[in-house]
Structures are given as structure tokens and as C-alpha cells.
């Protein structure tokens, strides 16, 4: 079972940079791929970027390909988003998720996802 718990969120400014941490207290982190969500007020979920359990693939949402880095530490069962050069329309509260299946090749948005974190809130001011 995987119990994700989000860290690093805050206020900064745009232009600024935070580091996200997504640690997990189960035993099926390592097999388990791993994605970052968003969810501003009024707004739709959003994928932000999902790792395979290896890490050998990463993919990103359009609105943050460039600015952030997925990675992931399986010795420590975390997972990092490295988040740079962040736009007010980055604000919205982060979740972590791992995957139901283990060692999948790819993750995507539609990727079902059967762990979640209670969030973080990142804030990004003008």
C-alpha cells in the first residue's frame, strides 16, 4: 500500500523556484509510477508530470514542459518537482499520486492512479 505525503509548497514570486517532495510510507513505492497533479480554484484537474517506477521516462504537461523536473529517489521512497521560472498560473494546490499497476512503461494522465496525497499549496505572486 502506498501513503503519499506532499511537502515543499509556498509563496513565491514569479520568476522564483520551489522543490516539492512526495514521500511515501508504504511498501510499493519502487514499483509504483508517480505523477504530479494541480488544481487551481474554479479549475479542472491537471496533469503536471508523471515518472515510471524506474525513472527511465518522464512526461509533462505542455503548460510546464521546460520549467519543471520530475524525479525520484526510491532508496528514500520520494519523489521531487523541481519547479523553475514559475508563473502566477502555476498557483493551485499540488498532489502526488502512484499508480495502481506496478512497472509501467509510461505514464499518463489517464494512467490509473490509486494513491493521492492531501496536497500542497504553491502560490506564485506577480
Known amino acids: 500500500q502506498v501513503r503519499l505525503v506532499e511537502s515543499g509548497g509556498g509563496l513565491v514570486q514569479a520568476g522564483g523556484s520551489l522543490k516539492l517532495s512526495c514521500v511515501d510510507s508504504?511498501?510499493?513505492?519502487?514499483?509504483?509510477?508517480v505523477a504530479w497533479f494541480r488544481q487551481a480554484p474554479g479549475k479542472k484537474r491537471e496533469f503536471v508530470a508523471g515518472?515510471?517506477?524506474?525513472?527511465?521516462?518522464?512526461n509533462y504537461g505542455d503548460s510546464v514542459h521546460g520549467r519543471f523536473t520530475l524525479s525520484r529517489d526510491n532508496a528514500k521512497n520520494t519523489a521531487y518537482l523541481q519547479m523553475n521560472s514559475l508563473k502566477p498560473d502555476d498557483t493551485a494546490v499540488y498532489y502526488c499520486?502512484?499508480?495502481?499497476?506496478?512497472?509501467?512503461?509510461?505514464?499518463?494522465?489517464?494512467?490509473?492512479?490509486?494513491?493521492w496525497g492531501q496536497g500542497t499549496q504553491v502560490a506564485v505572486s506577480s
Open positions: 508504504g511498501r510499493s513505492f519502487s514499483v509504483a509510477a
Open positions: 515518472i515510471t517506477w524506474n525513472g527511465a521516462s518522464t
Open positions: 499520486a502512484a499508480s495502481r499497476r506496478p512497472y509501467l512503461a509510461g505514464v499518463y494522465p489517464t494512467t490509473g492512479f490509486g494513491s
